[in-house]
């Protein structure tokens, strides 16, 4: 099968036995050094285990590697992986000497091609690509970052240097994790890989395509159905090359995983936008809905919908139903989480009577308070103590009407101690339906206790509408599933 | 004036010169403790600077005061402010004895009034509240917290204790600063003082008024428009007392400072969970949002937002027009804030004919790159420096065209320094027209960027979209005071 051929190939990008990194340099502000210093870097640290070349017909060594002037002068017959970070006028040639070595794949980083108007330089690369049946990610790309094989493409450096000298943190990359990115804009990458490493997320692999004069989109996903370590893709999309590939293949990845899209240029003025930044034409934006919609994609609005949507995704099941209970300590915040949710579509219905009997003889015998209102949002109210909230969510959790639970336990509230997080994911453990958490604030309990929460695997929101939003995001998924087996 | 009558009457919550803490208690888990407590570290502090009396008919002193056993046993003929922590059933009794003694205003915390049915009882506290002549907060609310008069009667103490023993930060104070919170919900409330502490924004002043039964949103927002440390105000509801009341109220006040109001309740759920809350008619959802345009009110649609407008209110003048220009280093990004800002009603246009020649001489000269990007967004793309988004930021800063600027400056690419937000609030500290800054990150080098940004009085996001709401409510607040002074 030809999708099984180009899974096997983009293997080369995430697996190669050895690279070449063309334009390596010795200057630590070129792209050429951060990226081969990366490559050096984690084969030392034993992540990387391929050979390793530097190619630059100025330099004798970079970083304690032999330099050699090009492909062609290499001691060996095959390389598989090129790196390629000369100036575009240089990449034909390049790309020439890589077919000689019979490489599988090469990631262009270089920029210059059709971003400006070079469209002619573009084909000369994908020809000879073609003819070497050499797989190529970019041009104009950042190229890949597995955290686990140590293939690191990335040209900006883990840490800055401040005007006062200080080494700070600024493009980190995250731990190992179970959410692909794929991503056609470099700088949204990167800052994406910021904002997840910030808020200790992982990722099995990151891809960024740019100009996508080979792979595109769609073969990426193709790409991560078959991954092991992929569990959810979270996809930035300006256009998609072509919509009925894009659509067919998209639809066989999400009856095994959840895609997650953030696709801008959705009004008139980001359009234009789009088509200046990538040359993307945009396309009617109702277009997206409906191709996103046939496909089971689950579309973000927003960034924080985009990562907010792929932590529940990446760690709850979907949801078998739309009927959520919201359980809260906190009146207000359980209002605020009941409102996104209808405005989402989703159902705030009552719990079963056998479940309400259950609550009501918690509340007649005293063990959750005298003026908790048992309707949904189940309000615990601000006598809650972690006793209470376990044994109400058991209830609720254990409930048939119930296809979710969004469980607001703010901090705040004298009661109410860490140690409700432990038992909450003991009585949610079975994963049978998914539950979300919330709870409000900047400072340490607030940060310790969502954190807490994320450990056990249950994703923990610090706003009410982003925890519906997540819910919102596995009952989409989890309708969308519901509807293939029925149609089976 | 009537209204400059309950203005005078409210600063007894605010600056008393003498407080009873009713309910007082030296159990450190009873909110009796922790108010009193309050205020006896912010007497010791210098900050609190009123008489502080116990009141209490079980103990002899607390925390080195000596206790009362009534208000009525007093050694003095007047107690200004009295706060109340007893059981609800005690409190007629409490407000008779703080009527002989001719209090002005009295916080009552108690719950356990109208919210759970009992109205007969919280009708005779108003009752003999009215005779008096005391002005009350609540019952069932947290009362006030002022950073600068040590007004302090939140019962949720700062710190918390861990199971393992560790202190950690819980319900933070937030420091002195521009933004009044004015709360239905308390629990909501002090999340919001968690949140905004956490992301040090200052306060100045908090309420919290539960049942109100008799000082409401208006006769608040009506204190607030005289509060000379106020420049925005922050308010959470479900319902409006009087419609009419709140509308014009709100009207004085919007044509001086601007007030941003998270209303829940707006769907069938919401509502109904209001109702459960604080008896709470939420109403239809349209009136409220015809009420608000009306008084210039400005509506967040969730919490993010609600904080997000708050902070560029706080720091940022509001816009003449409607027209943005988005400043990027990154063209994904730049994107959505475009798409975010069309979505809202705002309009991406290009720089006037003028500005737009200056740019063009910067890109020939070589001074800004190549292919950079005129069209607004400007695009000065990943080979940014300092130096180009300073020029170009004093280029557009000065354009009769623009309204506002949205700029990015992702601090991933190799040439951006944290120096250009020096050169950015410098070019910009005219305040004659509105700038929000956005980078993307949640590690070392995104916080810096932020926070160094906000310290310079630029509110900073951490999305795109999230900037462009911020913009939003600068242009919305900016059209609402244009069409003021046309109808004049």
Same mark, same amino acid.
């Given at each position: 099968m030809n999708d099984n051929r180009i899974v096997e190939q983009i293997k080369s990008f995430f697996e190669p036995s050895s690279v070449a990194v063309v334009g390596a340099s010795k200057h630590v502000d070129k792209a050429g050094h951060v990226i081969f210093?990366?490559? =050096?870097?984690?084969?030392?640290?034993? *992540?990387?285990?391929?050979?390793?070349?530097?190619?630059?017909p100025r330099e004798e060594s970079i970083l304690g590697y032999k330099c050699f002037p090009s492909i062609k002068s290499l001691p060996v017959n095959e390389i598989e992986l090129v790196v390629i970070v000369v100036p575009?006028?240089? =990449?034909?040639?390049?790309?020439?000497?890589?077919? %000689?070595?019979?490489?599988?794949?090469?990631?262009?980083?270089?920029?210059?091609?059709?971003?400006?108007?070079?469209?002619?330089?573009?084909?000369?690369?994908?020809?000879?690509?073609?003819?070497?049946?050499?797989?190529?990610?970019?041009?104009?790309?950042?190229?890949?970052?597995?955290? =686990?094989?140590?293939?690191?493409? *990335?040209?900006?450096?883990? /840490?800055?240097?401040?005007?006062?000298?200080? %080494?700070?943190?600024?493009?980190?990359?995250?731990? @190992?994790?179970?959410?692909?990115?794929?991503?056609?804009?470099?700088?949204?990458?990167?800052?994406? *890989?910021?904002?997840?490493?910030?808020?200790?997320?992982?990722?099995?692999k990151f891809v960024s395509f740019g100009n996508r004069i080979d792979l595109d989109e769609s073969d990426l996903l193709n790409y991560f159905l078959h991954d092991k370590r992929t569990e959810v893709i979270l996809m930035y999309i300006e256009s998609v090359r072509s919509?009925?590939?894009?659509?067919?293949?998209?639809?066989?990845?999400?009856?095994?995983?959840?895609?997650?899209?953030l696709k801008t240029?959705? /009004?008139?003025?980001?359009?234009?936008?789009?088509?200046?930044?990538?040359?993307s034409i945009a396309g009617l934006d109702e277009v997206y809905n409906a191709a996103f919609f046939q496909a089971g994609i689950i579309r973000a609005q927003n960034m924080n919908e985009f990562f907010n949507m792929g932590k529940a995704l990446s760690m709850q099941p979907p949801a078998r139903g739309k009927n959520?209970?919201?359980? /809260?300590?906190?009146?207000?915040?359980?209002?605020?989480?009941?409102? %996104?949710?209808?405005?989402?579509?989703?159902?705030?219905?009552?719990?079963? @009577?056998?479940?309400?009997?259950?609550? @009501?003889?918690?509340? %007649?015998?005293?063990?959750?308070?005298?003026?908790?209102?048992?309707?949904?949002?189940?309000?615990?109210?601000?006598?809650?103590?972690?006793?209470?909230i376990a044994k109400v969510t058991e209830i609720v959790y254990h409930d048939k009407k119930v296809d979710g639970i969004v469980l *607001?336990?703010?901090?705040?509230?004298?009661?109410l101690q860490e140690d409700y997080v432990d038992r909450i994911?003991?009585?949610?453990?079975?994963?049978?339906?998914?539950?979300?958490?919330?709870?409000?604030?900047? /400072?340490?309990?607030?940060?310790?206790?969502?954190?807490?929460?994320?450990?056990?695997?249950?994703?923990a929101y610090a706003s009410p509408e982003d925890a519906a939003c997540a819910m919102y995001a596995l009952c989409y998924y989890g309708e969308y599933l519901n509807n293939l087996n029925r149609c089976k």
């Open positions: 210093k990366n490559f =050096v870097e984690n084969k030392r640290l034993g *992540l990387f285990k391929g050979d390793l070349y530097p190619i630059n575009a006028a240089f =990449v034909p040639q390049v790309m020439q000497d890589a077919k %000689e070595k019979c490489s599988k794949a090469a990631i262009i980083i270089s920029s210059g091609f059709s971003e400006v108007g070079n469209r002619e330089l573009e084909n000369e690369v994908r020809r000879i690509a073609f003819e070497g049946n050499i797989r190529v990610l970019g041009p104009n790309c950042l190229g890949v970052y597995d955290p =686990v094989s140590g293939v690191d493409t *990335l040209f900006l450096p883990i /840490t800055k240097t401040l005007i006062s000298g200080e %080494e700070v943190i600024a493009t980190p990359r995250p731990k @190992e994790g179970k959410i692909a990115i794929v991503t056609q804009s470099g700088a949204f990458g990167v800052a994406a *890989l910021d904002y997840l490493a910030g808020r200790q997320l992982g990722i099995s919509g009925n590939k894009f659509i067919e293949t998209a639809k066989n990845v999400t009856r095994i995983k959840p895609v997650i899209a240029g959705k /009004t008139k003025a980001g359009a234009k936008a789009a088509l200046s930044h990538t040359a959520i209970c919201i359980i /809260t300590d906190a009146g207000g915040p359980g209002i605020m989480v009941a409102d %996104e949710c209808e405005l989402k579509g989703l159902k705030i219905e009552s719990i079963s @009577e056998d479940g309400l009997r259950k609550l @009501e003889v918690l509340r %007649e015998s005293g063990q959750i308070p005298k003026f908790a209102s048992l309707s949904n949002p189940i309000d615990l109210t601000g006598s809650v103590t972690s006793d209470m *607001l336990g703010l901090h705040h509230v004298p009661g994911a003991l009585i949610t453990s079975s994963r049978e339906k998914p539950i979300i958490a919330c709870d409000i604030g900047e /400072t340490e309990m607030a940060l310790y206790v969502r954190s807490k929460f994320e450990k056990f695997g249950i994703p």
